[in-house]
C-alpha cells in the first residue's frame, strides 16, 4: 500500500538532498514560532525572510532554517 507524502514534505526532501542549505516548510518554521501557516507567511512578508521558490508553483516556497534558526534563538 502506497503512504501518503505531502508535497511540501516531498519537495523539501529533495531540495535537502541536493543542496548546501537545510529548508523547513512554512507550516514546519510556524510550529517553531507559534505560529500557523497563515501568520508565518504574514511573518515571513513583513520580516523579509528568504523565500526559497518551488519550481512549477507561484504561491509555495520553502524558508532557510538558519533563518528561523536565528530568530528562534533570538526570542
Not at 5 to 31: H, I, R
Not at 54 to 65: A, D
Amino acid at each position: 500500500m502506497h503512504v501518503f507524502e505531502d508535497w511540501n514534505q516531498k519537495v523539501k526532501k529533495t531540495f535537502n538532498a541536493t543542496s548546501n542549505e537545510v529548508v523547513l516548510t512554512v507550516t514546519e518554521a510556524g510550529n517553531l514560532l507559534g505560529l500557523t501557516k497563515d501568520q508565518m507567511k504574514t511573518y515571513v512578508d513583513k520580516s523579509g525572510l528568504t523565500k526559497v521558490p518551488i519550481t512549477r508553483s507561484v504561491h509555495r516556497y520553502l524558508l532557510l532554517k538558519s533563518e528561523i534558526d536565528e530568530i528562534v534563538k533570538d526570542s
